[in-house]
T-cell receptor, first 111, second 110 residues
Framework: GIQVEQSPPDLILQEGANSTLRCNFS?????LQWFHQNPWGQLINLFY???GTKQNGRLSATTVATERYSLLYISSSQTTDSGVYFC?????????????FGTGTRLQVTL | DADVTQTPRNRITKTGKRIMLECSQT?????MYWYRQDPGLGLRLIYY???????NKGEISDGYSVSRQAQAKFSLSLESAIPNQTALYFC?????????FGQGTRLTVV
C-alpha cells in the first residue's frame, strides 16, 4: 500500500516563530488532507488539498502532486497551535477509497 | 450537533467482554471508516465501507467486526476485548473529497 512519511517528527517553537511541515507520499493519490489533533484528541480538518495552494489565516498548504509531497506552513505560531499535525492521503482501492495517515509531526509552541 | 457522532466517548471494559462502538452521521456520505490510534502513533484503518452491502478489511481488522446498519450508521464490535485493544477509536465519513471525523472513543480494556 501507499506509504506516507512526515517530517520532522517533533518540533518545538517559540511563540511567534514560523514553521514548515512536510508530507511525502509514495504513489499517486486522489486526495490529500491536513489535520490538527489537539491535546484533547480531537481531529480538526485544516485543508483538503490534492493539489495547489490554499491559505486559511496563519496557515497555508501546498501540494505538488507530480512530485508527491505536500507542505503545511504555520506562521506566527501560537500556543494553541500545539498538538500533532497529520497528513492523510486517499488511494483508490476496489469500490472505496482508503485514507492512509502519516505518523504525524508533534508541535509544541512555548511562550 | 456534530455531523459525525460516536458513542460512547469513553469506556472501560474488562478482558473478554464484548463491546460495541457506534457511529452515526448526518452528512449523507456513502463511505464510512473505523480507525484506531495508539499513543504517539498515527491512525490505522480497521474497516471501511462504501455502502450497506460493501464491507472491507483494513490493515488491522483482526479481533474486530463491523456492521453497516444503514447508510448513516456504522458500528465496530470487539467480540472478546483484550488489553492491547486499548486505544482511541475514530469513525470517519467521506463522499468524494474531504473526510470528516467523529470526536473519538477512548477505550480502555483492563
Amino acid at each position: 500500500g501507499i506509504q506516507v512519511e512526515q517530517s520532522p517528527p517533533d518540533l518545538i517553537l517559540q511563540e511567534g516563530a514560523n514553521s514548515t511541515l512536510r508530507c511525502n507520499f509514495s504513489d499517486s493519490v486522489n486526495n490529500l488532507q491536513w489535520f490538527h489533533q489537539n491535546p484533547w484528541g480531537q481531529l480538526i480538518n485544516l485543508f483538503y488539498i490534492p493539489s495547489g495552494t490554499k491559505q486559511n489565516g496563519r496557515l497555508s498548504a501546498t501540494t505538488v502532486a507530480t512530485e508527491r509531497y505536500s507542505l503545511l506552513y504555520i506562521s506566527s505560531s501560537q500556543t494553541t497551535d500545539s498538538g500533532v499535525y497529520f497528513c492523510a492521503v486517499a488511494e483508490r482501492t476496489g469500490t472505496a477509497s482508503k485514507l492512509t495517515f502519516g505518523t504525524g509531526t508533534r508541535l509544541q509552541v512555548t511562550l | 450537533d456534530a455531523d459525525v457522532t460516536q458513542t460512547p466517548r469513553n469506556r472501560i471494559t474488562k478482558t473478554g467482554k464484548r463491546i460495541m462502538l457506534e457511529c452515526s452521521q448526518t452528512k449523507g456520505h456513502d463511505r464510512m471508516y473505523w480507525y484506531r490510534q495508539d499513543p504517539g502513533l498515527g491512525l490505522r484503518l480497521i474497516y471501511y465501507s462504501f455502502d450497506v452491502k460493501d464491507i472491507n478489511k483494513g490493515e488491522i481488522s483482526d479481533g474486530y467486526s463491523v456492521s453497516r446498519q444503514a447508510q448513516a450508521k456504522f458500528s465496530l464490535s470487539l467480540e472478546s476485548a483484550i488489553p492491547n485493544q486499548t486505544a482511541l477509536y475514530f469513525c470517519a465519513t467521506r463522499k468524494n473529497t474531504e473526510a470528516f471525523f467523529g470526536q473519538g472513543t477512548r477505550l480502555t480494556v483492563v
